[in-house]
DNA sequence: GCGACAG
DNA sequence: ATCTTGTCGC
């Protein structure tokens, strides 16, 4: 797929903040994307002792969650890795991976947090925004937020409030097992968001997108 | 000032 | 994120 942004990078915190309170007044929460029939995980493993990042990208047919395509891409590693700015140091090689793409994805699923961010900007919207595609949130562990606790039933989920708004939901994507943190991305709604994860989540905890992607980025089999 | 802190 | 085998439970 073809990617437009030039976006400059920042190379500190104080650039790296001023460029999310900038960009996240883009980021747009309500339902904007049409037919989904090719849905994307995307995922970043690291090398040679973190100095190369390298990400992963696997598309998968919608509903039937068949592989289709998928496509990996490294790059040297920029950025470390400090709690709030996780996209400035995996998106690169994320948008590099993309680019290799035939397939076009109609909605992508992020490893971390969409609105629940400390700024509103996470990983999953700073990658909508630029690339204008709908994207989901959906992080292993908590940022920012508090919740009510959840049934342990795979389907349940609980608001996730951060200083008096709803940034996302806990999700139980599987019987038993921890949630998954479930936020908006990018042209999506929290309610269709989490629809999307379940229906991409078949017999494990993560959905099956990023576990492809998972699998590609950390070179396993 | 003291914790908390996606991957 | 990553280093790593077996093991407990549904």
Partial sequence: MKINCNSAWAQTVEEAIEIQKQLRHLVIVENDLGEVRYVAGVDVGFEDNYTMTQAAVAVLSFP???LLESAI??????FPY?????SFREIPAILKALEKLNLAPDLILCDGQGIAHPRR???ACHLGVLIDVPTIGV????LVGKHEELSPEKGSWQPL??????????????T????????VGHRISLITAIDYVLRCTTKYRLPETTRLADKLASGKK
């Fill in 176 to 183: 038993n097992v921890n949630p998954v943190y479930v936020s």
């Fill in 139 to 142: 992080a292993k562990s908590l």
């Fill in 161 to 174: 409030r951060d200083r008096g708004e709803v940034v996302g939901a806990v999700l139980r994507t599987r």
């Fill in 64 to 66: 039937q969650l068949q």
């Fill in 73 to 78: 891409a490294q790059i040297p590693t920029t």
């Fill in 82 to 86: 400090i709690p709030g700015f996780l």
């Fill in 121 to 123: 900007f996470g990983i």
